[in-house]
Structures are given as structure tokens and as C-alpha cells.
T-cell receptor
Framework: DAKTTQPTSMDCAEGRAANLPCNHS???????VYWYRQIHSQGPQYIIH???NNETNEMASLIITEDRKSSTLILPHATLRDTAVYYC??????????????FGKGTMLLVSP | GAGVSQSPSNKVTEKGKDVELRCDPI?????LYWYRQSLGQGLEFLIY????????KSGLPSDRFSAERTGGSVSTLTIQRTQQEDSAVYLC???????????????????FGNGTRLTVT
């Protein structure tokens, strides 16, 4: 089961910042938070990941609360091409000892002109 | 460099036939994953491979599903006696080496291909 909860959908005006929230209240101390997005008919695209500190790359910023129970993905200047389903994922340790990504339903972000 | 490549991009087959789906991971990536995504649903983990270790098959939905990875690179997912409920997009992903064990959290991101859309008629 996914260990995260996200809103089903969000809207954002083109050029504005998109702030996508995620709750992961049961996260363990060594589990990373990942964000992916999936545009229609394509495979999921990696965006960013983090453990404790805030992270920033050319695509987005990731803000993780101090207690690590929630995080926010920020797209600073959303464009129409950012319309996609955004997945917040906590990497899960499997019984084999390895870890995989368990995807939930994600947030459908619609960027409008 | 080249990303994860999957073939075919689309496959239509009749119920009861066997199908093979192919995945070429990113060069140098030792971990390889298969997921499937049914229409309007999230991704469902199927199986993954790490180097020469035994694969984790815990996500395979039935014994009609199997996968192999030859030479630590290309992988083939085989579905025998296909059923209509097998219709989905099958996604392959690869990543750099996993580290085993609690506390040894691997943080290498997975890189996905664009999938094979399988339709069973």
C-alpha cells in the first residue's frame, strides 16, 4: 500500500507557482520522499527526491517539514506542459531487503491559460 | 544518453495467446523493474531484478506471468494464455545499484520507459 496521501486534483494558472501537498505521516527515518509525474501516454518522469533537507533542481523544489510527516512540491512557474498526474512516493523496504517505489493515485494538476 | 526502451509500443493479441514484452534498460543500470498500469489506475509493481540475485517476484499477479533478464541487461516479460484483464500498459524502469538491508536506503531514482500498451481482445 502507498504510504502517502495527496489531493485528487488541483488547478493552477499558467505562470503561477503550483504547490502540491503530500502527507506521509508514517514515514520512517531513513525513507526518502520521491516525486514523479506522468503525462498522458508516457511513462512516469522523475522530478526530485529528498530525505530531510529541502531540495531544488531545474524542475522543482521540494519542501519537507521538520517532522517529515508532509512535504510540498513546488513548480515555481507552471506552464501548460506541466499538466500531468503528480505522484508523491515513499520508497518502501520490501521483505527481500530491497526497496521499490509504490505508487498511489497521485494528484492531477491542470494548468490553465 | 538513451533512456529505457520498450518494445513493442503497442500490442493487440487474442485471448489465450502468449505475449512477450521487451525492455532495454539504461546502460549501467543494474536494477530493473516491471510495473503495470490499468486504465485510470496507479502503477502496480510486478517484479524486479538486481544484478545476479534472485528476482523479487512478489508482485506478479498469477503464474501466467514470468520475466527473465539475460546477461544483466535486457529483460522480457512473458504473459501466457492472456486474459482480457491483462489489458494494461506495462512499464519498465531501471536504476543504479540497489543497496540491501535496513538503513541502507538506496536513493537512486527509477527511470521509466514509455511502456507497452497491451490489449487483449
Amino acid at each position: 500500500d502507498a504510504k502517502t496521501t495527496q489531493p485528487t486534483s488541483m488547478d493552477c494558472a499558467e505562470g503561477r507557482a503550483a504547490n502540491l501537498p503530500c502527507n506521509h505521516s508514517t514515514i520512517s527515518g531513513n525513507e526518502y520522499v520521491y516525486w514523479y509525474r506522468q503525462i498522458h501516454s508516457q511513462g512516469p518522469q522523475y522530478i526530485i527526491h529528498g530525505l530531510k533537507n529541502n531540495e531544488t533542481n531545474e524542475m522543482a523544489s521540494l519542501i519537507i517539514t521538520e517532522d517529515r510527516k508532509s512535504s510540498t512540491l513546488i513548480l515555481p512557474h507552471a506552464t501548460l506542459r506541466d499538466t500531468a498526474v503528480y505522484y508523491c512516493i515513499v520508497r518502501v523496504e520490501r521483505r527481500s531487503g530491497y526497496s521499490t517505489l509504490t505508487f498511489g493515485k497521485g494528484t492531477m494538476l491542470l494548468v490553465s491559460p | 544518453g538513451a533512456g529505457v526502451s520498450q518494445s513493442p509500443s503497442n500490442k493487440v493479441t487474442e485471448k489465450g495467446k502468449d505475449v512477450e514484452l521487451r525492455c532495454d534498460p539504461i546502460s549501467g543500470h543494474t536494477a530493473l523493474y516491471w510495473y503495470r498500469q490499468s486504465l485510470g489506475q496507479g502503477l502496480e509493481f510486478l517484479i524486479y531484478f538486481q544484478g545476479n540475485s534472485a528476482p523479487d517476484k512478489s508482485g506478479l499477479p498469477s503464474d501466467r506471468f514470468s520475466a527473465e533478464r539475460t546477461g544483466g541487461s535486457v529483460s522480457t516479460l512473458t504473459i501466457q494464455r492472456t486474459q482480457q484483464e491483462d489489458s494494461a500498459v506495462y512499464l519498465c524502469a531501471s536504476s543504479l545499484v540497489l543497496v540491501r538491508g535496513v538503513g541502507a536506503q538506496n536513493n537512486s531514482p527509477l527511470h521509466f520507459g514509455n511502456g507497452t500498451r497491451l490489449t487483449v481482445t
